[in-house]
């Protein structure tokens, strides 16, 4: 079976968005995808603050409300963590944690269940994403998941999921799994900067980072020196602990696949997935869709045209 934790905040921050970005189509998109799944899916909205009442509509016809005092990305996501691990799912369920400013393919979650039936993989990337050239300060460039060799462009009606290096905080995970990497996942998350991207390369089996990046950090937005001091204690602890637990049995060893096109896109400009072969303005077809959507399935017209 397919859980959901839908992470949801009310506010909203200063990245660069699309022109028809907005919270509500990210959740109607999700919601069109939890429809065309295929089989039910069991879904939590764990709302971190106040969210606005339409939204809120919006949600409670299709699963659980759970309201949190989260107060950042870091505290929503270890509630999520938390909430899926000591939930009496089965280790053979697989639970999706999803961010709240994402637009979902139609066939989103059809396809990660057809693959998750495979067992080929423990963790799942709807939107995966290349490395990062370093912890913080610089922007990664997007990479296509890792395709067979000699195998052409993938038509839009047609997601495979294949080996990929890394991911979001938006990705799926066996239950199971989840449960015996947790506490390398929280270490993860404490260890700063972009914990997502360290979470999966750790969990895989390969150190996030390097002698330089344990001493040589950057010093954040405090001046005084004891803050600064105390911080970088702090990092490389961490830091180290996840390269230690990243020193993994090769049979603990995890294998992330992705899908190739993606089926979500994260709503920031420079960040939004590669669109399929021949579409350039997928993403751009999709909101509108979405944006029609009537919630039977009918008014958004077929995603993928003959």
């Known amino acids: 079976m397919l859980h959901v934790v839908y992470r949801s905040h009310g506010g909203e921050n200063a990245k660069g968005r699309p022109s028809w970005y907005s919270k509500t189509l990210a959740l109607r998109s999700f919601l069109r995808a939890v429809e065309e799944a295929g089989e039910p899916v069991d879904v939590v909205f764990l709302n971190d603050g106040p969210i606005p009442a339409a939204r809120l509509e919006l949600m409670r016809p299709h699963g659980r409300v759970r309201a949190i005092t989260g107060g950042s990305n870091r505290a929503s996501y270890l509630a999520g963590l938390k909430l899926a691990v000591r939930a009496d799912w089965s280790p053979d369920d697989v639970v999706l944690f999803a961010e709240d400013d994402y637009l979902w393919r139609p066939d989103a979650l059809a396809s990660l269940l057809q693959t998750a039936a495979q067992r080929r ?4 990337a709807p939107y995966g994403v290349g490395t990062h050239d370093d912890i913080e300060g610089r922007v990664p460039q997007w990479r296509r998941p890792r395709a067979a060799r000699g195998e052409s ?10 080996p990929h290096e890394s991911t979001t905080s938006t990705f799926a995970v066996r239950v199971g799994a989840l449960r015996e990497d947790h506490a390398l996942l929280v270490v993860c998350c404490l260890s700063g900067g972009d914990f997502d991207h360290t979470s999966l390369l750790a969990v895989q089996g390969i150190p996030r980072f390097t002698l330089r990046d344990l001493v040589d950090h950057h010093e954040g ?3 005084n020196p004891a803050v600064k ?5 702090y990092l490389v602890v961490f830091r180290t602990a996840v390269d230690v637990g990243s020193l993994r049995r090769p049979s603990r060893r995890r294998r992330l696949a992705a ?3 993606a089926v979500c896109t994260h709503m920031e400009e420079g960040w939004l997935a590669p669109t399929p072969a021949q579409r350039p303005a997928f993403w751009d077809e999709l909101a509108e869709r979405t944006a029609a959507w009537d919630g039977a399935g ?9």
């Open 121 to 124: 993989a423990e963790y799942f």
């Open 153 to 162: 462009e993938v038509p839009a009606d047609v997601v495979r999921w294949v």
């Open 221 to 223: 937005a405090s001046s």
């Open 229 to 233: 001091l105390a911080r970088r204690a």
């Open 259 to 261: 899908a190739d096109p």
């Open 298 to 306: 009918t008014a958004a017209g077929p995603l993928v045209r003959p």
